[in-house]
């Protein structure tokens, strides 16, 4: 019998240490920076350093790494919280922290949060009421807004015009628009009569005034519309226009299932914090003035 052993090969695939940390463009979207995609044609075009470099797709970051993009630091925070609230738009506001024409926007009543930031989930053009959903989680809004995810939007409109079920037909089958075919996924009559007829109307995009447009390539127009549905989100009956509710853990879960996200804690947690909330809220109400109740069309039933 030989003594001679035999070498032992390592397994170079078994042995190679897992990468750490978080890839770039995932981390940087987590603060609503935008979305993965174009993360990384940012970083493609060079406008993204790491620690003074500049960054290559792929490349990965820890904690206390550096990051800027286009020269400005980027103060990454860890996965905390997961918040989000629920807004009752009134018409005449505009979906833009800041307007150059002094209109009043939808983040001047919304409470203020220290070291985090309200994302938009979403938008609604300034003659558009109802739900708007805001988060500080930057990777669950890019989620719910992309059109990959399919997300169900739903609409009470008031159509002016006939409405024949020929142009019903056309919405459902698809029309041509400016921007590309668009459609309804469902159509709700509320069972009332005359030049003036509500409807429940989904959509699974967000793009600009789409329902609007889809009605007027039917030679109808839209004299009210509002949001009462985002995902698996209705707008509560009781909240006012102008007003705001922080969403439970349940109906956070609920929205981060939908987009395939791991669950994580709903905040915020303390009593105090609820408090402290709420009386911005009510500060805010107080010197804001001009909100009125939400609407919802008698008899109106809600697609499903």
């Given at each position: 019998?030989?003594?001679?052993?035999?070498p032992?090969?390592?397994?170079?695939?078994?042995?190679?240490?897992?990468?750490?940390?978080?890839r770039?463009q995932?981390?940087l979207?987590?603060q609503?920076?935008?979305?993965?995609?174009?993360?990384?044609?940012?970083i493609?075009e060079g406008?993204?350093?790491?620690?003074?470099e500049?960054?290559?797709?792929?490349?990965?970051?820890?904690?206390?790494?550096?990051?800027?993009?286009?020269?400005?630091?980027?103060h990454?925070?860890?996965?905390?919280?997961?918040?989000?609230?629920?807004?009752?738009?009134?018409e005449?506001e505009?979906?833009t922290?800041?307007?150059?024409?002094?209109?009043?926007?939808?983040?001047?009543?919304?409470?203020?949060?220290?070291g985090?930031?309200?994302?938009?989930?979403?938008?609604?053009?300034?003659?558009?009421?109802?739900?708007?959903?805001?988060?500080t989680?930057?990777?669950?809004?890019?989620?719910?807004?992309?059109?990959?995810?399919q997300i169900?939007?739903?609409y009470?409109?008031r159509?002016?015009?006939?409405?024949?079920?020929?142009?019903?037909?056309?919405?459902?089958?698809?029309?041509?628009?400016?921007?590309?075919p668009?459609?309804?996924?469902?159509?709700?009559?509320?069972?009332?009569?005359?030049?003036?007829?509500?409807?429940?109307?989904?959509?699974?995009e967000g793009r600009?005034?789409?329902v609007?447009?889809?009605?007027?390539?039917?030679?109808?127009?839209?004299?009210?519309?509002?949001?009462?549905?985002?995902?698996?989100?209705?707008?509560?009956?009781?909240?006012?226009?102008?007003?705001?509710?922080?969403l439970?853990?349940?109906?956070?879960?609920?929205?981060?299932?939908?987009?395939?996200?791991p669950?994580?804690?709903?905040g915020?947690?303390?009593?105090?914090d609820r408090?402290?909330t709420?009386?911005?809220?009510?500060?805010?109400?107080?010197?804001?003035?001009?909100?009125?109740r939400?609407?919802?069309?008698?008899?109106?039933?809600?697609?499903?």
């Open positions: 019998m030989s003594n001679i052993e035999t032992v090969v390592e397994d170079t695939a078994t042995s190679a240490a897992a990468p750490t940390g978080e770039l995932k981390a979207a987590r609503g920076l935008g979305s993965r995609r174009q993360i990384e044609a940012w493609a406008r993204i350093h790491v620690n003074g500049k960054a290559t797709l792929g490349i990965r970051i820890q904690s206390g790494d550096q990051v800027a993009l286009d020269g400005r630091t980027v990454l925070k860890e996965q905390g919280n997961r918040r989000v609230i629920a807004y009752n738009k009134p005449g505009v979906c922290r800041t307007d150059p024409e002094g209109r009043p926007t939808v983040f001047d009543r919304l409470p203020k949060i220290a985090e930031r309200w994302i938009a989930i979403g938008r609604l053009d300034i003659n558009t009421s109802g739900l708007l959903l805001f988060t989680d930057g990777e669950l809004a890019n989620r719910l807004m992309h059109p990959s995810h169900e939007r739903e009470a409109v159509v002016f015009g006939e409405v024949t079920q020929q142009k019903v037909k056309n919405l459902f089958d698809g029309v041509e628009l400016e921007d590309g668009a459609r309804f996924t469902d159509i709700v009559d509320s069972a009332n009569e005359g030049i003036n007829r509500w409807f429940h109307v989904c959509i699974l600009n005034r789409e609007r447009r889809l009605w007027e390539s039917q030679d109808l127009s839209v004299s009210r519309l509002k949001r009462v549905r985002y995902g698996s989100t209705i707008i509560p009956d009781h909240l006012r226009q102008g007003r705001w509710v922080e439970e853990q349940a109906d956070v879960d609920a929205l981060a299932d939908l987009v395939e996200l669950r994580v804690a709903a915020p947690k303390t009593r105090e408090q402290r709420e009386r911005q809220q009510r500060k805010r109400q107080n010197v804001k003035t001009g909100g009125r939400g609407v919802r069309p008698v008899g109106a039933r809600r697609a499903r």
